[in-house]
């Protein structure tokens, strides 16, 4: 496979993650923002560590309604 090829597949995939990521964190570090459990720093984890589903999980189920 051409290096070029997989360059085109994987740079926007990986720019989608580093959004997600930035978008997740910057939103959990607001002070008004309230997430279930009451608990950030877990929030912080499953974002960092739990790839592209982290950011997905915290936005679907992770935030209170404000």
Do not use: C, H
Request: hydrophobic share 60%; net charge positive; aromatic share 6%.
């Amino acid at each position: 496979m051409d290096i070029g090829v997989v360059l085109a597949i994987l740079l926007p995939l990986l720019a989608l993650q580093l959004v997600l990521v930035i978008g997740a964190l910057y939103d959990l570090t607001r002070p008004s923002r309230r997430v279930r459990g009451d608990n950030k720093v877990v929030w912080v984890l499953i974002i960092l560590l739990v790839a592209t589903i982290g950011p997905i999980l915290y936005f679907l189920v992770g935030r209170e309604p404000e």
